[in-house]
Nanobody, 115 residues
């Protein structure tokens, strides 16, 4: 059983920056792809970014050029650096990790972009 713990969310003004972190623990197997998803009120959960063990990344079109994901394989930590934040980035952000063909999810962390 893998536990994922997100941190770093909060309230930020438009144009500001935040960095989310997600630490994975309890895995008996190698953690492969890690990623970030988000869900805004009244909307479906959507992909934000993913990163493989080899640091190959993918991003949603809406965040390309503004968000950067990275990971530390030794520590099983994944990061999401969010710059130039917009009100439409407001959502609950979820960490995701794949291990032994099972998907694991964090509890989610709120990010609010508002003046």
């Amino acid at each position: 059983q893998v536990q994922l713990m997100e941190s770093g969310g909060g309230l930020v003004q438009p144009g500001g920056s935040l960095t989310l972190s997600c630490a994975a623990s309890g895995s008996r197997f190698r953690i492969n792809v890690m990623g970030w998803y988000r869900q805004a009120p009244g909307k479906q959960r959507e992909l934000v970014a993913t990163i493989t063990r080899g640091s190959t990344t993918t991003y949603a079109d809406s965040v390309k050029g503004r968000f950067t994901t990275s990971r530390d394989n030794a520590k099983n930590v994944v990061y999401l650096q969010m710059n130039s934040l917009k009100p439409e980035d407001t959502a609950v952000y979820y960490c995701n990790a794949g291990s032994n063909n099972i998907d694991y999810w964090g509890q989610g962390i709120q990010v609010t972009v508002s003046s």
